[in-house]
């Protein structure tokens, strides 16, 4: 039986490193924005341009271009289109760790999923990120995860219709504030098994 776990996580929650402590626990794939490198070979996508529009959404979209202009789509809409087509196939082939672009709700309809949504205290996110950004002051830390994570709601809004963090969309959420990285991990490695 192959298994898929998807993790959605808020900005410095820990989600990235959940998932790459899991996948390693379970020996499954472990993807993130590798995908993005992935989809930029498959598609013959700049890959400049995908890190560019990478969970965002396109800001000049309008009501008659999403009616009338579907086959001349924004750059970010083909790329999301093919991203999607490479969780698609990673899914195919199971035993994965997917971190981010929606992978949740993209791969909602496979068997075997667990579908993960990690979450914090913003002070604890904002305590945890002092280490990976130390040349950062505190308040443009606490700037950059309210950014981060506003950006994050309108991708997932913008290209599923749901809601970015609702536990409806997810399985489990778990709070790594209360719990810790190292019990996350525990929890999802036996749910997983």
């Known amino acids: 039986m192959k298994k898929i776990i998807t993790i959605s996580r808020e900005f410095g929650a820990g ?10 626990a379970l020996k499954y794939n472990y993807y993130d924005k590798e995908i993005i490198l992935k989809t930029a070979k498959d598609s013959n996508v700049d890959v400049e ?4 529009w990478d969970e965002r959404v396109p800001m000049n979209f309008g009501f008659a271009q999403s009616l009338f202009d579907f086959y001349n789509k924004p750059l970010s809409e083909k790329l999301f289109e093919a ?10 082939k199971g035993n994965c760790v997917i971190v981010g672009r929606n992978a949740n709700t993209i791969l909602k309809e496979f068997d075997y999923g667990l579908h993960v949504f990690i979450y914090a205290d913003p002070c604890w996110r904002a305590e945890r990120m002092k280490d990976k950004m130390p040349d950062a002051t ?3 830390i606490n700037e950059e995860i309210r950014a981060i994570d506003r ?5 997932c809004s913008y290209y599923t219709n749901t809601e970015f963090g609702v536990a409806d969309y997810y399985d489990i959420c778990l709070n790594t504030s209360s719990l810790g990285i190292d019990a996350c991990v525990e929890i999802l490695e036996k749910l997983a098994k």
């Open 15 to 24: 989600g990235g490193e959940i998932g790459r402590k899991l996948a390693q």
């Open 151 to 155: 950006t994050r709601k309108k991708y």
């Open 49 to 52: 341009s995908l890190l560019k």
């Open 83 to 92: 991203q999607k087509q490479v969780i698609r196939k990673i899914g195919e």
């Open 138 to 140: 505190e308040a443009k």
